[in-house]
């Protein structure tokens, strides 16, 4: 059974916001990552991390910032949020390259 | 590079009728393969993976897949679909020394009584 839990699960938020997305894992893995999921589409990855303060972009460009200060840890920020980004936000883990990776349920985010 | 392509993003089916779903993939290094599965409200989570061993791979709630390297597919199969497999099912790949895994644009399949 994965351990890895998001918060929150649904927001909604005004345009200009700043809002950080939470993601928590307690299976000790060094890989994490942030996707964004729309319907019909690929997941696209936005962020990830190799481990301890590593931190990289994905595929897919993203106004978000994330930080890795601790291996269970991984937030994502939106300094001032729009409608465009409006999307389910997943995290996920793994322990290793090609490994198995571990999904949080994923925040679903509606910016008016 | 790699890339997945999943045929049909919509499959329908009986109860009780085979389910297929369909990923091909390309990619330059062999590939590790997997699928994974995605209920409402939920994360994803692992089916089954390929990582060069036995090329049928056996996964959870009687799913399978088959890694054809002169297809390059990886299709997945269940003998008898049940009205609990009703989700959206994504395939992925990645490679020897790469780091990101590349998911499709997924398949939800739906189930009817």
């Known amino acids: 059974e994965a351990d890895i839990y998001q918060t929150p699960r649904y927001l909604v938020i005004g345009t200009g916001k700043k809002i950080t997305l939470e993601c928590s894992q307690t299976m000790g893995h060094d890989k994490m990552y942030w996707y964004q999921q729309d319907p019909g589409m690929e997941l696209h990855l936005i962020h990830y991390s190799y481990g301890v303060n590593s931190t990289e972009k994905g595929d897919l460009s993203s106004e978000s910032t994330v930080s890795r200060i601790r291996t269970e840890h991984f937030p994502l920020t939106l300094e001032s949020a729009r409608p465009s980004h409006t999307s389910q936000y997943l995290c996920?883990?793994?322990?290793?390259?090609?490994?198995?990776?571990?999904f949080g349920p994923g925040t679903r985010l509606l910016v008016l | 590079a790699q890339s997945v392509t999943q045929l049909g993003s919509h499959v329908s089916v009986s109860e009780g009728a085979l389910v297929l779903l369909r990923c091909n993939y390309s990619s330059s290094v062999p590939p590790y393969l997997f699928w994974y599965v995605q209920y409402p409200n939920q994360g994803l989570q692992l089916l089954l993976k390929?990582?060069?061993?036995?090329?049928l791979v056996k996964g959870i709630n009687g799913f399978e897949a088959e890694f054809k390297k002169s297809e390059t597919s990886f299709h997945l199969t269940k003998p008898s679909a049940h009205m609990s497999d009703a989700a959206e099912y994504f395939c992925?790949?990645?490679?020897?020394?790469?780091?990101?895994?590349?998911f499709g644009a997924g398949t939800r399949l739906f189930v009817k009584a």
């Open positions: 992925a790949v990645s490679g020897a020394g790469g780091f990101k895994t590349i």
């Open positions: 996920a883990s793994s322990a290793g390259l090609q490994e198995t990776q571990y």
């Open positions: 390929y990582t060069s061993a036995a090329t």
